[in-house]
């Protein structure tokens, strides 16, 4: 499995911007994708993930209500909409892929160790 992200950018805070990550590979319907940033200094972080039918979705609370994970099976991509951006926000955003999961696990599909596959990055940069 290859996992690429892009639509990384600057933006100002209140804006918005949306991200994919595109697939190749095993079937992409059958596993669970999530989305992780990691910002200067600090760990990475959960942000959120969404099932291999897409009916089902998680989002950590700093995002909730904010970032809208969505996928499209037939285009083997994965979408990130987040809006209402804070300076906050502003990190290094990756994809990832659980391929041994179709059904998704809050719990430990909130943590890097579940996820097999990682895209490389893509830069989001919020200005204050």
């Known amino acids: 499995v290859q996992l690429q992200a892009s639509g990384g950018g600057l933006v100002q805070a209140g804006g918005s911007l949306g991200l994919s990550c595109a697939a190749s590979?095993?079937?992409?319907?059958?596993?669970?994708v999530g989305w992780f940033r990691q910002a200067p200094g600090k760990e990475r972080e959960f942000v959120t993930a969404?099932?291999?039918?897409?009916?089902?979705?998680n989002a950590a609370d700093s995002v909730k209500g904010r970032f809208t994970i969505s996928r499209d099976n037939a285009l083997n991509t994965v979408y990130l909409q987040m809006n209402s951006l804070k300076p906050e926000d502003t990190a290094v955003y990756y994809c990832?892929?659980?391929?041994?999961?179709?059904?998704?696990?809050?719990?430990?599909?909130?943590?890097?160790?579940?996820?097999?596959?990682w895209g490389k990055g893509t830069l989001v940069t919020v200005s204050s």
């Open positions: 990832a892929a659980d391929t041994r999961s179709t059904l998704l696990r809050s719990s430990s599909h909130s943590l890097p160790r579940q996820y097999d596959y």
């Open positions: 590979g095993r079937t992409f319907s059958s596993y669970v």
């Open positions: 969404i099932s291999g039918s897409g009916r089902n979705t």
